[in-house]
């Protein structure tokens, strides 16, 4: 893992043999503003019945949104007024007015012109778990398998005292009863501090804010498969050395946390990441087998084309159309990561004859997208060969992050080559 600062952003990363595999940067000065898991005291500004949704003030600089299947339970909610008599119907003007107040978490931070998407259905995610406290329901990450499964929700059903619902997440993997109730015990008190603070405060607040990108990375990633963390700032190395003892008692962070401290070169010049910084701001990602893959980002959709360019290596036609959608199977998922992309994705593999193909291509994609803790959907190959994604979007992407819109092309990334007015 590695954690730097720089230009006023907050970067970790996680790297295998000289490859980026995980990627998160924040704006410092972000860090209050609207970052997705924050929760807040929100006012309901307005509400649409027609969108069956409110714009709640949380006091950012836009108003967040409220579908009515967002809402939480009653609880968390103080009205301004008084609820009409006679029968009710379901829809948002029934349960929120102008002027009540609410709490809400951000689940998708301000896109464009955007406001963030709110949700009041809370969540507080753990080292271990994650608490849901208006659901009695007890779920398991994908990535246990089913003798752990049964383990935990025996475990939480029957022995672990609880108000509310749980996610075991895969750093669930072999702890103990102990490692379960601490984080949970954690969880516990911050939701009743969220609680108190939101009955007590006064006009829209921050409650809650979710750790920084530094802490989240190690609370989410954090494991014994981690062989060193580099930083290159002491004041940093101490931060991540104070909260490793925080999430991870039994290891040892003098051993694992090593300072980057050659002046000549950047640390990612030193592990030899700067190829994947420089392919963060290029649409074309070249293939080892000599292919490529070029990722085109649109408002509401990503669309991926694979090539098979400079790869004549196969013996017949299909067999290098096979190895270079093989390679773009285990590439793609791992640009979504980076590059955090969201929505709808749809890849044009180049076009196999043999389904048997097409199936090997499918497998390879599936068990790739399965090492993603973003969630996503995937369907299979339609009639024309193409794949469709659907990842779920937490904010914008890296690219739309990092970059600004081109003012002589107006951000299409092409001029005129003559003049025709």
């Not at 090997?360 to 994604?389: A, C, H, M, Y």
């Amino acid at each position: 893992m590695i954690f730097a600062n720089e230009a006023g952003h907050q970067i970790a990363a996680i790297a295998e043999q000289d490859r980026l595999t995980d990627f998160w940067i924040q704006e410092e000065q972000r860090v209050d503003r609207g970052a997705s898991g924050n929760i807040y005291r929100g006012i309901v500004v307005k509400v649409i019945p027609a969108l069956n949704a409110a714009f709640v003030d949380i006091g950012l600089d836009r108003h967040g949104f409220l579908s009515y299947n967002e809402l939480a339970p009653k609880k968390h909610q103080q009205k301004k007024h008084k609820s009409r008599g006679g029968p009710q119907k379901q829809g948002i003007e029934q349960r929120l007015k102008a002027g009540d107040t609410i709490l809400v978490q951000i689940e998708k931070e301000a896109i464009g012109g955007k406001g963030p998407s709110l949700t009041g259905r809370v969540s507080l995610p753990g080292r271990f778990l994650v608490y849901m406290p208006y659901t009695n329901a007890i779920r398991m990450s994908k990535m246990l398998d089913e003798t752990e499964k049964k383990h935990f929700h025996d475990l939480i059903k029957n022995e672990i005292k609880i108000e509310g619902g749980v996610i075991l997440r895969t750093a669930s993997k072999g702890r103990s009863k102990k490692d379960i109730q601490h984080d949970l015990g954690f969880l516990t008190r911050t939701w009743k501090r969220i609680e108190s603070d939101f009955e007590t405060a006064e006009g829209s607040k921050l409650l809650h804010r979710e750790f920084e990108v530094f802490e989240r990375a190690l609370r989410d990633n954090f494991s014994p498969n981690i062989s060193e963390i580099i930083v290159d700032h002491p004041r940093l190395k101490y931060r991540i050395a104070q909260f490793l003892k925080v999430i991870s008692p039994r290891s040892n962070p003098d051993q694992l946390i090593k300072f980057h401290t050659d002046k000549t070169k950047s640390v990612w010049s030193a592990y030899n990441l700067v190829r994947d910084f420089d392919r963060f701001f290029s649409n074309r990602i070249t293939l080892d087998c000599g292919g490529s893959i070029i990722i085109e980002e649109m408002e509401t959709l990503t669309a991926i084309d694979v090539n098979s360019g400079k790869n004549v290596a196969g013996k017949t036609q299909e067999e290098t159309i096979l190895e270079t959608n093989l390679e773009a199977a285990q590439e793609i998922p791992r640009q979504l990561r980076l590059r955090q992309i969201g929505g709808i994705i749809i890849i044009d593999f180049i076009d196999m004859r043999l389904k048997r193909n097409q199936e090997k291509v499918f497998k390879i994609l599936e068990r790739e997208l399965k090492k993603d803790r973003t969630p996503s959907d995937i369907q299979q190959f339609t009639d024309l060969g193409l794949i469709q994604i659907t990842r779920q979007r937490v904010g914008q992407s890296l690219t739309k992050r990092l970059t600004f819109t081109c003012p002589h092309c107006n951000g299409s990334g092409r001029r005129p080559s003559i003049a025709l007015v």
